[in-house]
Each structure stands twice: as C-alpha cells, then as structure tokens.
C-alpha cells in the first residue's frame, strides 16, 4: 500500500528536478498526487509519467507567484481528490549572478517564487491542511539558508527566509498539530542547478562542488525527494521545525 497510501500530496515545481520526483515517490507510496508548474509541457509529462507507472496524479500550469492562480489549483485538488494532506514546496528559482550585475526585476522575482510563493501556497492549502487527520509541510530550501553564497545573493536571501518561514510556522501551528519541515539540499543534478554552475564542464563541477566525505558523487533528484517523504511520513511524527541538511557534509 505505501506510507502515503490514500493521502492527497500537492507539489509545487513538479514538472522537473526535485519536485517531478517527489511527485513520483510519494505515487509510488500510494498517494494521490496534484502538481503545479509554470512549465505547461514539464507538469503534463510528469502527470503522464505518473498515471504509465500506475500511479494517480492530476496537475495543471501555475505560477506560485501568483496568489490567485495558487488558489485555483489548491481549489481544483480538492475537487478532484477531496481534500489535502501533505503541501511538498519544491518550486524555486536562482543562478550565480554579479551583485553589481543584479537587476531589480530578477531579485524581485526571485523572492516572488522562492518566498511569496510558499507564502501563497501555504496559506491556499492550510485551511485544508488543519482538517483531521492534520497535515504537514514540507519546504524546500538550500544550504544556502544556513550560510551566505558569493555571487548569489538574490537566491541566498530567499532561502535564508524560507528556513524562518518554516520555523515560525511551525512553532505558531505546532499547539494545531500542523508540522512544518524544511530540507536544505546541498548541489544537486537538476535544471535548475546549471544556473549555477559557472564552468562549461557541468560534470565536473558538481564534483568539485561535493563535499570531501562524498567527493565525485553528487545528489539526484530522487535522494532529496527520499527526504522530504521522510519528513512528510509518520515515522517524522517529532520532527518539527528543522532544516534537515541532504549536503552529503557540505556544511559539516
């Protein structure tokens, strides 16, 4: 049946890298999965991927920056599934940029998908999320939400404060029984990551990039999505409020 069996999961960034896979995990472990993505195309594949592999998923195109459109697809998962029980934010932007090189519009937007985002998704999905049996979140952030990164201001900002979203929300929620979690991977081989890979060689970066305890492997998007079913499982009952580091050592 799987550790997720009957439960309805939303995944935000679901159409590629971490959150495609996480949708796919938590399918795998019986869970009913609605995804989002501003990528029309990447949403519909990993639906499909799902619904070939047997599992049961919906999803739809959604830019988290917007509240309105959010509530839309919050609305729609539970119209489609009745409800919703574990909120999975693994939508996010950024890339290696010169301060001096920073516009306004892109750290604006930044924050408008890596921070308003889960602002947005949150507070669509809580209403839903504090019905019994009591949900949680799970909030992807970064090693970056534990340290500054050269050249990254804009992205190291916005996962500084995703990691005290998380932590408020889950000392306000916790008397609720609503527990709110954040993962803190370290490089991991997704889209994304290209963005910040400042060598032609992307291999070769993201071995560079590993920690010395793990040096020449590097994360895929499937050792992070373990993770954050982890943190959404009941085996994570006591976990509440942490930034769990998945870095391979990077910050140890």
Same mark, same amino acid.
């Given at each position: 049946m799987g550790r997720f069996a009957g439960r309805v999961v939303f995944v935000t960034g679901a159409g590629s890298g971490v959150g495609r896979a996480t949708a796919a995990l938590f399918a795998e472990e019986?869970?009913?999965?609605?995804?989002?993505?501003?990528? +029309?195309?990447?949403? !519909?594949?990993? $639906?499909?991927?799902? =619904? =070939? #592999?047997? /599992?049961?998923?919906?999803?739809?195109?959604?830019? %988290?920056? &917007?509240?309105e459109e959010v509530g839309r697809a919050v609305q729609r998962t539970v119209e489609v599934? *009745?409800?919703?029980? $574990?909120?999975?934010?693994?939508? *996010?932007?950024? /890339?290696?940029?010169?301060?001096?090189?920073?516009e306004p519009e892109e750290w604006q937007r930044t924050l408008a998908v890596n921070v308003t985002g889960m602002f947005n998704t949150i507070k669509a999905a809580l209403p839903h999320l504090l019905r019994?049996?009591?949900?949680?979140? $799970?909030? %992807? *952030? !970064?090693? !970056?939400s534990l340290r500054g990164t050269a050249y990254a201001a804009h992205y190291a900002a !916005? =996962?500084?404060?995703?990691?005290?979203?998380? +932590? &408020?929300? #889950?000392?306000?929620f #916790? &008397? +609720?029984?609503? +527990?709110?979690?954040?993962?803190?991977?370290g490089g991991v081989r997704t889209p994304l990551g290209r963005f910040f890979m400042r060598r032609e060689d992307f291999e070769q970066h993201l071995v560079d990039y590993s920690a010395p305890p793990k040096r020449g492997h590097f994360a895929e998007p499937?050792?992070?999505?373990? %993770?954050?079913a982890f943190l959404?499982?009941?085996?994570?009952?006591?976990?509440? *409020?942490?930034?769990?580091?998945?870095?391979g050592g990077t910050l140890a």
């Open positions: 019986g869970a009913r999965v609605f995804g989002i993505d501003v990528n +029309r195309d990447g949403i !519909s594949e990993t $639906v499909a991927t799902i =619904k =070939k #592999a047997g /599992g049961e998923a919906d999803g739809m195109h959604c830019d %988290v920056a &917007s509240f599934y *009745g409800g919703l029980n $574990v909120l999975v934010n693994a939508a *996010g932007i950024g /890339g290696f940029k010169r301060f001096e090189e920073l019994p049996p009591v949900g949680n979140v $799970v909030n %992807v *952030g !970064s090693t !970056s !916005s =996962k500084a404060a995703v990691l005290n979203l998380t +932590r &408020s929300l #889950a000392l306000e #916790a &008397s +609720r029984d609503l +527990r709110v979690n954040c993962v803190a991977p499937i050792d992070i999505a373990r %993770v954050i959404a499982s009941d085996d994570a009952r006591m976990v509440n *409020g942490v930034a769990l580091l998945a870095d």
